[in-house]
């Protein structure tokens, strides 16, 4: 396994506002991907960011709402932009370290008012 | 469209007995299947995972069985434990083109474990 971690832990935040989430992982891996899992829900997957290419988003999701950086193989970041309550979710980043087997970090909890 | 589901949203044992978890898969062209265990305020814990061409795989206090015939995947868990309390999920991992892979989450099923 890998040390996944995810700053914020959690946040409050207002309407119209943007927040970036960031993802550090202790070694260095080629698939990092972001969900989202809204309260008492499942896990739904945002989009795949690969180092060096743009990022692949899932039906539903789209760059301008949700961009995403993935600037070196330990790293990615996740802004959730112009927020609405809507948006109150927790979301999680998660690393492949091997074929097919995704490793999660603990969650950004954010509560928009 | 394809999706993974659980027969149980909540189970309740006792501490001590055996906890069977299930899941019934519509995608046959899934090649990996993992169970996640989420405890509460935390992300989800990989606990273990199953080749589609596997019938049964063992872990510690673990066992994974896919039948494959009626697409269902279970996860039992012996002894149950008070730290086993957490909500389940399965998921099946499929490629996505090329080489990557892409993970579908079912809708987790809450284990209580009661001392």
């Known amino acids: 396994s890998a040390v996944i971690s995810q700053k914020p832990s959690r946040d409050i935040c207002q309407r119209g506002t943007s927040l970036t989430i960031q993802c550090q992982v202790d070694?260095?891996?080629?698939?990092m991907f972001w969900y989202r899992q809204q309260p008492g829900q499942s896990l739904t997957l945002i989009a795949t960011a690969n180092q060096g290419s743009e990022a692949t988003y899932e039906s539903g999701f789209v760059i301008d709402k949700f961009p995403i950086s993935r600037p070196n193989l330990t790293f990615s970041t996740l802004t959730v932009s112009n927020m609405s309550p809507e948006d109150s979710s927790i979301y999680l980043c998660?690393?492949?370290?091997?074929?097919?087997?995704?490793?999660f970090g603990p969650g950004t909890r954010l509560l928009v008012l | 469209g394809e999706s993974v589901g659980l027969h149980l949203p909540t189970l309740s044992v006792q501490e001590g007995d055996n906890s069977i978890i299930n899941c019934a898969y519509s995608?046959?062209?899934?090649?990996?299947f993992i169970w996640y265990k989420q405890e509460s305020g935390k992300g989800p814990q990989f606990i273990i995972d199953?080749?589609?061409?596997?019938d049964k795989r063992q872990g510690q206090r673990v066992t994974v069985l896919l039948n494959k015939t009626v697409k269902h995947l279970s996860l039992q868990i012996a002894a149950t434990q008070p730290g086993d309390s957490a909500v389940y999920f399965c998921a099946e991992n499929m490629r996505s083109g090329g080489s990557n892979y892409k993970l579908t989450f079912g809708k987790g099923t809450l284990l209580t474990v009661n001392p």
């Open positions: 995608n046959s062209a899934s090649d990996y």
């Open positions: 199953i080749r589609s061409n596997m």
């Open positions: 070694s260095q891996v080629t698939m």
């Open positions: 998660s690393v492949e370290l091997t074929v097919a087997t995704q490793y």
